[in-house]
């Protein structure tokens, strides 16, 4: 078992290797709240959580005795200033499970125990804070450009809007994703420069945006966030929730269906699709 936190800055450290030693607690837990009226059941739903872990400071007991109480102070203060972060960030951490699913959290309590016994060794019992108590691993599938078609001009490329929207154009791209959640799953889009327009067909569902993308450019379509936008060349974000595709039957975050799905697009650019595939609890291994 492998556990680690990526804090909000990037920053990464093991809870399974010294010094930082998890012990236990109840972060695979779960639980799923619910409303009743007149003895039945009317929603079944998650709630913001706080869940325990058990983390041991320890030293390796490769060093000396004096050396291990030496480095002990400073494992500590940057174990407190490594959660804190996401606090003054007010942004969500990742613990990850076994290097695959994650928790988005953050740390908002710690009590210690045992760091009065005269020895490198203190035991410190943090409390999570879960705002979106899924644990979550990203599914990825890259769809490259070919470089034999050239991109489609935009009078090539029509949305007609009847039961659902369809690409019609000179040239296509056809493949497939597989979603292994048990249920529609959020997604995160990117689409690559350079390129004029990107729509691409998952399904029976539309996805695109009008605008232009640059070479070193790229905009994204964020399901889960419910954002869209563009980051050029000089890395600054810009919001493009208007430029989106409209039209009958299209529905710009609709999630991705669990399973096999078509993939239609022209070909002419490239484009990352990850989906994030939601559990109570991570898979075991």
Known sequence: MNIKYVNSNGKEISLTDYPYLFQEGDIIDYNWDYDSENGKIKRIYKNIVERKVNIKVLPDFSYSASKRKQLM??????????????????????LYFDDDYYLNCKLIASSKSDWQMGI????????????????IKEERKSFLQNDDISEMAETDTKLYGYHYPYVYGTTKGIDSFYNPSIKSSNFRLVFYGPVSNPQVMIGDNLYGINITINAGEYAVIDSMEEKMYLVDLSGTTNDIFNKRIKGQGVRIYEKIPSGVSSVNWSSGFGFDLIVYDERSEPKWH
């Open 73 to 94: 102070s400073g494992y500590v203060n940057d174990l407190c200033d490594f959660f804190e972060t996401d606090i003054v960030n007010n942004k969500d951490g990742k």
């Open 120 to 135: 490198a060794y203190m035991n410190c019992e943090f409390t999570l804070l879960v705002e979106y108590p899924f644990w």
